[in-house]
């Protein structure tokens, strides 16, 4: 069953060797992430899992020790999602940047709690298939804790990737209201179609989810909610 959940923006830009110069933009996300982080560690779960979007190349699942890198962005930093298990060789696909971003955060916060594995989702994943997904998820452990990686919408201003659109406002209001009070219903209904014109990366992530918490009686809190860059971010932690 689903111990806790925190929710964590994914750009890269999160991680201050990325953003060089800008990094001090994102402090406050960083900040919020750490607690959502300590709310997983508080739960004491037998089984942590990374979960964001990826591309057709970097879906399903991904061991523990998996690697990532950012040298895509021209910083020669490595990480890996947790640590190889004693025996095994080290697992050579190379995460997608959500995951590493994800695989950054725990490194950060110097985890240890619970053996970490990770889970690349299309972002095309219809939403009944995105459930099916959270509760096998749910199921593979007595206590199972999620790190959901996401983005909000990326037009929230004429500047963001996606330029401007007036609906992106209300979307990402929408979806920090249903993270903040972990409505499973409401994640579960976010349109699909809308969030892929908002270019919002996090859709699928969320009903995930969504489909892991249902049952476990978990409530959320909004640690924080902001758009930066014309992109939604938002950072949850559910216990």
């Known amino acids: 069953m689903l111990a806790a959940a925190a929710v964590c923006p994914c750009p890269p830009l999160l991680v201050p060797e990325v953003a060089a110069g800008a990094a001090p933009e994102l402090d406050p996300a960083r900040a919020a992430c750490v ?15 990374v979960v964001g979007p990826a591309g057709p190349g970097a879906r399903g699942p991904f061991p523990a020790g998996s690697p990532g890198s950012f040298a895509g962005f021209g910083v020669d930093l490595t990480v890996r999602l947790g640590e190889v298990p004693a025996g095994s060789s ?3 696909r190379p995460l997608p940047e959500s995951l590493a971003v994800g ?9 240890a709690g619970a053996p970490v594995e990770g889970l690349g989702v299309g972002e095309p994943l219809a939403a ?23 983005d909000g919408s990326a037009c929230r201003t004429v500047k963001a990737p996606g330029y401007l659109d007036e609906r992106a406002i209300d979307f990402d209001t929408a979806v920090a209201r249903a993270l903040g009070g972990a409505d499973l219903a409401a994640l579960g209904a976010l349109d699909e179609s809308l969030a892929y014109e908002l270019k919002a990366a996090g859709r699928a992530p969320w009903q995930v989810l969504a489909g ?18 014309g992109v939604g971010y938002a950072v949850a932690a559910w216990s």
């Not at 695989?103 to 985890?111: E, F, G, H, Q, V």
């Not at 892991?212 to 860059?229: K, N, V």
């Open 212 to 229: 892991a918490a249902q049952g476990a009686g978990l409530g959320g809190q909004l640690l924080y909610e902001e758009a930066p860059y």
């Open 35 to 49: 607690d959502a982080l300590g709310v997983l560690a508080a739960a004491r779960p037998d089984l942590l899992i």
């Open 128 to 150: 009944d298939r995105c459930a099916q997904a959270g509760r096998d998820l749910a199921g593979r452990a007595d206590r199972v804790a999620l790190l959901v990686m996401g």
């Open 103 to 111: 695989a950054w955060l725990l490194a950060r916060a110097r985890w």
């Open 90 to 92: 080290a697992p050579a």
